[in-house]
């Protein structure tokens, strides 16, 4: 059975010792364990989880000590979609912490069942909760777990917690951020080994994490923007639409692809998924830029109008009428008139003949 271990000079010197351990960590990730192991002679618990999330819990992480018996970050996704107590402890400034029987209403449907659930899937009876605070985005929380019914939360606990709370926060803050620096970073190392292509990442929950300099350009020229992501409308209907119909990303490594057409260059985009080396799923998305359109501006000289040199210049690239009526947000059956149009004014029987009539008499002009 678990025992507090309370004499005044142990307890303020593992205090000191936690402290001083936290502040050099190299690696966040060692975190849970560090808890785990010099936290318990003074404030018992069975196992524990550092948690990262956005604020709505659309994307959530969970890290647990390594002796933890369950694994807490597959089983709290498909179990706790919304967990309420996870809700109450992020709404809470940095250093707050709450006690699961205190802020759960048991005469509440849905906050009677997530106790109950927890119980069944960890064996926990009792819990307590740090918020880290929210920071770019990211809220983050560490949570304490006893098994033994008989053993709640009391007072002694709650006078502990008040103590180490803050210097727990800063961990689980500084976790959070370490994780985002490591997705930055395995990504951004990965394509400098892929001739440095233009690049878009985004998190398990479509949430971007990088875009090139390359890549801003790129998309800039792709409006209009969809406002919540940030990305180009028409790209972020394809991710949406093909790439992550649920809203977020699953196992599935890909690879989608997807050729959007402007006026002056085609994009390609290939997408997979990949994890970085905190175990995080992302999905990387390369652009591949092709060659401008032809020049055909010369030829009103030769009476043709603005729309049949526009899809024209289309021709070059190899786009079907279809894709040109894509690109200039028109009929097939308009594309066909005016590829016509200037194939009479041309002198063309064909449109391979009309290009290349085309190219001679502009290059030529």
Not at 174 to 203: E, F, M, R, S, W
Not at 205 to 212: A, H, M, N, P, R
Request: charge should be neutral; proline fraction near 4%; include cysteine.
């Amino acid at each position: 059975m678990l025992k507090h271990r309370n004499s005044s000079n142990s307890i303020e010197k593992s205090i000191r010792y936690l402290s001083q351990a936290i502040t050099s960590l190299s690696n966040f990730n060692d975190l849970p364990d560090l808890i785990f192991n010099d936290l318990n002679p003074i404030l018992p618990f069975d196992w524990m989880a550092l948690f990262s999330t956005t604020p709505d819990l659309s994307n959530v992480s969970v890290l647990t000590n390594t002796s933890c018996h369950v694994n807490w970050d597959v089983l709290h996704a498909e179990a706790f979609p919304k967990d309420p107590l996870l809700i109450k402890t992020i709404e809470q400034p940095a250093g707050s912490y709450v006690i699961g029987r205190e802020v759960l209403d048991m005469t509440n449907e849905k906050d009677r069942a997530n106790f109950e659930l927890n119980a069944k899937l960890n064996d926990t009876r009792h819990l307590l909760t740090i918020s880290g605070g929210i920071d770019d985005n990211r809220a983050s929380c560490i949570g304490l777990y006893r098994f033994n019914e008989k053993m709640p939360f009391g007072d002694l606990d709650k006078e502990l917690t008040g103590k180490i709370s803050d210097m727990l926060a800063m961990g689980a803050k500084y976790t959070v951020l370490q994780q985002a620096h490591h997705q930055k970073a395995l990504i951004i190392d990965g394509l400098v080994k892929v001739c440095g292509l233009p690049y878009i990442v985004l998190n398990s929950g479509l949430k971007t994490v990088e875009i090139s300099i390359i890549a801003s350009d790129l998309l800039y020229q792709l409006t209009p923007i969809h406002a919540k992501s940030h990305l180009p409308q028409r790209l972020w209907e394809w991710i949406e639409q093909t790439v992550a119909p649920t809203g977020k990303l699953t196992q599935y490594p890909g690879m989608w692809e997807h050729e959007f057409q402007t006026r002056n260059f085609s994009m390609q985009c290939k997408a997979h998924t990949i994890k970085s080396d905190t175990g995080h799923l992302l999905l990387l998305i390369r652009l591949i830029r092709h060659a401008a359109r032809e020049e055909f501006s010369s030829l009103s000289h030769f009476g043709l109008t603005p729309r049949e040199i526009e899809a024209l210049e289309y021709l070059p690239l190899g786009y079907t009428n279809k894709q040109i009526a894509m690109a200039m947000d028109i009929q097939e059956v308009s594309v066909k008139k005016h590829l016509r149009n200037a194939g009479d004014k041309l002198g063309g029987a064909s449109k391979t003949e009309t290009l290349y009539l085309a190219m001679k008499l502009t290059r030529s002009s």
